[in-house]
């Protein structure tokens, strides 16, 4: 499953033995937002998907007790590979339970047209740091993390980071980076051997 909005994109492959359902041919969807976010608060509680049927102009979610009809957003899905990178190659290891809280923090001075915090990464530490031209304040915080390679200074929308971080599931959190133009890989830092889960986060201009 892949979405994107132009700013972030998320990627979850799980691997599973379908071929029996769908046979040798990839069979594709396009679901639109207000169809997965009715979903995901029906599956909040116990419920769970017993069977998926599409085809056509319409996919049906069976629930058990419940059935859910959507319709499919028709034509061909923007091609994301491109952007995904393949050279990051600077890796920061990061406590979630530290981190989001921190970000937080330092956003509420952030300025209201970007929303932009600062990441100054060095050695085994994380600066955050944020300054709102509106009211001319700053904010500023340090915390511990795993990081060994080249200084790195980037920039993001503090509110996209932190809607990532909530949903990664894992204690620690593993930044891939490059540099400060190049879009960041955040994965959970634990995940199942079937699983391949991402968020690419795009950086904002250091003067954003």
Do not use: W
């Amino acid at each position: 499953m892949v979405a994107t909005d132009g700013y972030r994109f998320a990627r979850n492959r799980h691997l599973l033995d379908l071929k029996s359902q769908v046979g040798e041919k990839p069979a594709e969807v396009i679901l639109p937002p207000q169809a997965c976010g009715y979903l995901v608060k029906m599956l909040s509680g116990h419920r769970k998907i017993s069977r998926l049927t599409f085809g056509g102009s319409q996919v049906l979610f069976d629930l058990g007790t419940t059935q859910v009809v959507s319709r499919v957003i028709e034509g061909p899905y923007v091609n994301y590979e491109p952007v995904i990178p393949r050279q990051n190659d600077k890796i920061l290891r990061i406590s979630k339970e530290l981190f989001l809280p921190a970000v937080k923090r330092v956003s509420i001075l952030s300025s209201t047209h970007t929303h932009q915090v600062r990441m100054r990464i060095k050695k085994n530490q994380v600066e955050l740091s944020a300054a709102s031209p509106e009211i001319g304040g700053e904010a500023r915080e340090v915390i511990p993390a795993s990081y060994t390679q080249d200084e790195l200074d980037v920039g993001y929308n503090a509110n996209y980071l932190m809607e990532i971080l909530r949903k990664v599931e894992s204690e620690e959190v593993i930044f891939e980076l490059h540099n400060a133009v190049t879009a960041a890989l955040v994965r959970p830092g634990k995940q199942d051997q079937s699983e391949d889960y991402f968020c690419l986060l795009m950086p904002l201009r250091p003067n954003g």
